[in-house]
């Protein structure tokens, strides 16, 4: 991806994820936002964005973050918001036996005490395959992969979600799922 492509999809996350309100826009309770007034508001804030960038952003992006509606008007985040006007509802699923989280070393004491938190976000995130979540823990610092017994927990009455993107997301992981990966 370029580094037009990368600055457009970061500050698409920042907007469509976190604050929409930093350009005006509206987003509804399913994360959906007007295409036009996205682009609008991002002008207004000197920065330049294009149906055709955005349409590039959604098409390259390896993480499959956004989704154009059919019709190309809105736009939404997959997953992964922290604002509270959006409350996306995910089906319920069954998750397979492992799901993974990468991290960094310095938070594994917390989580070791704590288990794993959303945070500012709505839910923990979590990956089918422990590539995928060295892949998202490398950002943080020196890695750690966790291992999250996901078929116990669900057992045990936790509810599991899968995003279109195949992210796997629940509200929590207790500290007596987890252990070290590998």
Not at 93 to 102: A, C, D, K, N, S
Not at 134 to 146: I, M, P, Q, T
Request: proline share 3%; glycine share 10%; with cysteine.
């Amino acid at each position: 991806m370029s580094g037009r492509l990368v600055e457009a999809s970061k500050f698409l996350s920042f907007v469509l994820r976190h604050q929409p309100e930093a350009v005006g826009l509206v987003l509804d309770a399913d994360g959906w936002g007007n295409v036009d007034e996205l682009i609008a508001g991002t002008a207004r804030q000197g920065k330049q964005l294009s149906h055709e960038l955005i349409e590039q952003v959604v098409a390259t992006n390896n993480k499959r973050r956004f989704e154009l509606s059919d019709d190309g008007q809105r736009i939404r985040a997959i997953q992964g918001h922290s604002t509270r006007s959006v409350d996306r509802q995910f089906e319920q699923r069954q998750p397979p036996e492992v799901l993974f989280h990468g991290t960094a070393s310095r938070f594994v004491a917390a989580i070791s005490r704590e288990g794993l938190k959303p945070g500012a976000r709505h839910h923990v995130h979590l990956s089918a395959g422990e590539q995928t979540a060295r892949a998202v823990g490398l950002r943080y610092g020196l890695l750690v992969v966790l291992a999250v017994d996901a078929v116990r927990m669900h057992a045990q009455g936790f509810v599991f979600h899968q995003a279109e993107n195949g992210v796997w997301l629940t509200v929590r992981v207790p500290p007596a799922f987890l252990c070290r990966a590998g």
